[in-house]
């Protein structure tokens, strides 16, 4: 079993910037993939951005070169910084993880932006 726990989320301005970090703790080793979702009022959950065990990124179109997922093996966290925020970026925000021993969620975290 692998637990998830989110923080960061907040309420910025368009064209502010907020960091989300996600600390995973259990089963870390059985992990291959490791990414952010979203959902908005109204809309099915949309993958934001993934990363896996060599460190190979991939981004949805709408986030490329705002976005970045990083992460920290030796802190078992993993981040997405979020710069050039716009109003479309409003969603909840929910970690996700993957291995051999299933697919684990975060209880999400509210991003609100403003314009």
């Known amino acids: 079993q692998v637990q998830l726990v989110e923080s960061g989320g907040g309420s910025v301005q368009a064209g502010g910037s907020l960091r989300l970090s996600c600390a995973a703790s259990?089963?870390?080793?059985?992990?291959?993939?490791m990414g952010w979702y979203r959902q908005a009022p109204g809309n099915g959950r949309e993958l934001v951005a993934t990363i896996n065990r060599g460190s190979s990124t991939n981004y949805a179109d709408s986030v490329k070169g705002r976005f970045t997922i990083s992460r920290d093996n030796a802190k078992n966290t993993f981040y997405l910084q979020m710069n050039s925020l716009k109003p479309e970026d409003t969603a909840v925000y929910y970690c996700?993880?993957?291995?051999?021993?299933?697919?684990?969620w975060g209880q999400g975290t509210q991003v609100t932006v403003s314009s």
């Open positions: 259990g089963s870390i080793f059985s992990l291959n993939t």
């Open positions: 996700n993880a993957r291995g051999w021993t299933g697919v684990y």
